[in-house]
Nanobody
Framework: QVRLVESGGGLVQAGASLRLSCTAS?????VGWFRQSPGKEREFVAA????????YYGDSAKGRFTISRDNAKNAVSLQMNKLKPEDTAVYYC????????????????WGQGTQVTVSS
C-alpha cells in the first residue's frame, strides 16, 4: 500500500510558476502526475521512475514542466513554468509499476489531488 499526499497547488496568473510536490509513504517503481479539468478526461502530465534518470512528459508539459525525484525523501516534484490558463486543473499524483509511464490505468495508487488555477 502506498499513500500519496500532494501539495503546492494554488491560484496564479498566466506566465507564473508553481511547484507541486508528492510525498509517498511507500515505494513503487514510478510516480506520475496527471491532471483533470472540468468536463475533460484525465490527462497524463509527466512521470519518472525511482531508479531511472529519464523522465517522460505528456505533450502539454514538454518544454515548460520538469519532474524530479528525491529518493531520500520519497518525494517527487513537478516544477511548472510559464503557466497558461489551459493548465487549470486538479493535479493528481499516482504511483505504480507501469510498463508505459503514460498509461494511467497502470497506476495503482492515487493522491487526493491539488487544485491549480491559472488566471489570464
Amino acid at each position: 500500500q502506498v499513500r500519496l499526499v500532494e501539495s503546492g497547488g494554488g491560484l496564479v496568473q498566466a506566465g507564473a510558476s508553481l511547484r507541486l510536490s508528492c510525498t509517498a509513504s511507500g515505494r513503487s517503481s514510478a510516480v506520475g502526475w496527471f491532471r483533470q479539468s472540468p468536463g475533460k478526461e484525465r490527462e497524463f502530465v509527466a512521470a519518472i521512475r525511482w531508479t531511472d534518470d529519464s523522465p517522460y512528459y505528456g505533450d502539454s508539459a514538454k518544454g515548460r514542466f520538469t519532474i524530479s525525484r528525491d529518493n531520500a525523501k520519497n518525494a517527487v516534484s513537478l516544477q511548472m513554468n510559464k503557466l497558461k490558463p489551459e493548465d487549470t486543473a486538479v493535479y493528481y499524483c499516482a504511483a505504480g509499476s507501469p510498463f508505459l509511464l503514460g498509461n494511467q490505468d497502470a497506476y495503482d495508487y492515487w493522491g487526493q489531488g491539488t487544485q491549480v488555477t491559472v488566471s489570464s
